[in-house]
T-cell receptor
């Protein structure tokens, strides 16, 4: 299995500011994903983080609002830009890897964001 | 857009009772997973099913994948308070992108 850490674990931010969330994996992984989980809801996929190229965004999510970086196979960042209270959610990093069982997906503990 | 509907949305039962949670889609999955999530934590993988008709057991939990690979169920026998949590199914629709789409979730509360 892969062990995933996220920083920060939680934050309270002011409207209009930006926050960058870090995701670190203890091994090289092929695929990294970012999800959002709004209060009391299920998980919604934001984007697939691609190493060395632009992230692939799902419908309803755009790069200007959620820029993503993936400089190597163990690290990725998600920035929530120009935040509003509607961005208050838990943001989760997850990974899959072809060298592990490809169908297995592992999650980080999440970053709980509150926007005032 | 693929959708996974889970039912029921909420379930509150007494300790010792049995329950079943359903996950349904109009599309075929190449694989499907069940997760449990507790407050303040990320989802934890319970099982992955990949073959139509497959049944897997994990202690008191029984997972079934539909023959057509469009639906799945999770059955818990003799529920315990420790089973309380958010249960999520997630499907890979074999789009070649390796991304899982999550179901709407079932929030279970087991009362002692």
């Amino acid at each position: 299995s892969a062990v995933i850490s996220q920083k920060p674990s939680r934050d309270i931010c002011q409207r209009g500011t930006s926050l960058t969330i870090q995701c670190q994996v203890d091994s090289q992984v092929t695929m990294m994903f970012w999800y959002r989980q709004q209060p009391g809801q299920s998980l919604t996929l934001i984007a697939t983080a691609n190493q060395g190229s632009e992230a692939t965004y799902e419908s309803g999510f755009v790069i200007d609002k959620f820029p993503i970086s993936r400089p190597n196979l163990t690290f990725s960042t998600l920035t929530v830009s120009n935040m509003s209270p509607e961005d208050s959610s838990i943001y989760l990093c997850s990974v899959r890897d072809r060298d592990l069982r490809i169908e297995e997906q592992f999650f980080g503990p999440g970053t709980r964001l509150t926007v005032l | 857009t693929q959708l996974l509907e889970q039912s029921p949305q909420f379930l509150s039962i007494q300790e010792g009772e049995n329950l079943t949670v359903y996950c349904n889609s109009s599309s075929v999955f190449s694989s499907l997973q069940w997760y449990r999530q507790e407050p303040g934590e990320g989802p934890v993988l319970l099982v992955t099913v990949v073959t139509g008709g497959e049944v897997k057991k994990l202690k008191r939990l029984t997972f079934q994948f539909g023959d057509a690979r469009k639906d799945s169920s999770l059955h818990i026998t003799a529920a315990q308070p420790g089973d309380t949590g958010l249960y999520l199914c997630a499907g890979d629709f074999n789009s070649g992108t390796y991304k899982y789409i999550f179901g709407t979730g079932t929030r279970l509360k087991v009362l002692a």
